[in-house]
């Protein structure tokens, strides 16, 4: 059974830090790419980071340079560091996965809610 469990978030002020974490079980982690996603109020969820197994990285614009995606296979943690936050960071964020040439999964945890007081 495939879990994915988000942790981490809360209130903090722009140009604050936070750290979240994202437990998975029921998968193949170390093969597998990670994600972290976001969705505001009102908007379509969205990409913000990826990694893969080997640790290559991608970022969106709007969070490059101020957010870095790490993974620990051993933990089967992939975790989003944050930093320099904008009140347009506030999302709700969740994590995902890619199996091999598999389109993204259709499983999703709870996220966690990240909100940025201006």
């Known amino acids: 059974q495939v879990r994915l469990v988000e942790s981490g978030g809360g209130l903090v002020q722009a140009g604050g830090s936070l750290k979240l974490s994202c437990a998975a079980s029921?998968?193949?982690?170390?093969?597998?790419?990670m994600g972290w996603f976001r969705q505001a109020p009102g908007k379509q969820r969205e990409l913000v980071a990826r990694?893969?197994?080997?640790?290559?990285?991608y970022y969106a614009d709007s969070v490059n340079g101020r957010f870095t995606i790490s993974r620990a296979n051993a933990e089967n943690r992939v975790y989003l560091q944050m930093n320099s936050l904008k009140a347009e960071d506030t999302a709700i964020y969740y994590c995902?996965?890619?199996?091999?040439?598999?389109?993204?999964?259709?499983?999703w945890g709870q996220g966690t809610q990240v909100t940025v007081s201006s």
């Open positions: 029921g998968i193949a982690f170390s093969i597998n790419t």
């Open positions: 990694i893969t197994s080997g640790g290559t990285t």
């Open positions: 995902n996965y890619w199996g091999g040439n598999s389109p993204l999964s259709p499983y």
